[in-house]
């Protein structure tokens, strides 16, 4: 339970981080980034220097749907506690956010990396652990049950 609550917190921390860094200086966080746009024009205008007619909606999927779910995520686990159901919704938010950061282009790897995409990277990674993390509570889960079922067979047979 503590990693299903853990990754969905980690992802929040990393909408504080500086989404790209450019000639040594911090540009604001992804929050700050896509919440106050008319805050951040010049580093709108820089990343549309790496990506022609940039915007800021193109980050609406990758942040705010996986921010949504991201809560729920974290709303539902103290309730669900350690379930299938509560695993599998891990895993979907985890692949749809490996999706979502493959075909944001201000978030994949490209040339505005090399400045320091560290938000951006941390956010794959940490999606990538909730589908791992997910996976293996599942496959347990599938693996207790068939101890339990072939524990169920062996005392009916000898019944």
Do not use: D
């Not at 022609?52 to 309730?79: C, D, H, K, Y």
């Amino acid at each position: 339970m503590f990693a299903f609550l853990a990754i969905p917190v980690l992802y929040f921390a990393t909408q504080f981080l500086p989404f790209y860094h450019s000639g040594g200086m911090a540009l604001p966080s992804l929050g700050s980034f896509f919440w106050f746009p008319e805050e951040n024009e010049q580093s709108i205008a820089f990343v549309a220097l790496f990506y022609p007619g940039f915007r800021v909606n193109e980050l609406t999927t990758a942040l705010l749907i996986t921010q949504i779910s991201a809560l729920f995520l974290l709303i539902m686990t103290p309730i669900l506690k350690s379930n299938c159901v509560v695993a599998s919704l891990m895993g979907a938010w985890g692949l749809f956010g490996v999706i979502s950061f493959l075909t944001t282009r201000s978030l994949t790897f490209s040339p505005v990396m090399v400045y320091g995409g560290i938000a951006g990277i941390l956010m794959l990674v940490l999606f990538l652990a909730a589908i791992t993390v997910s996976v293996l509570f599942l496959n347990m889960y599938y693996q207790n049950y068939r101890k339990k079922v072939k524990i169920f067979k062996m005392q009916q047979s000898m019944s």
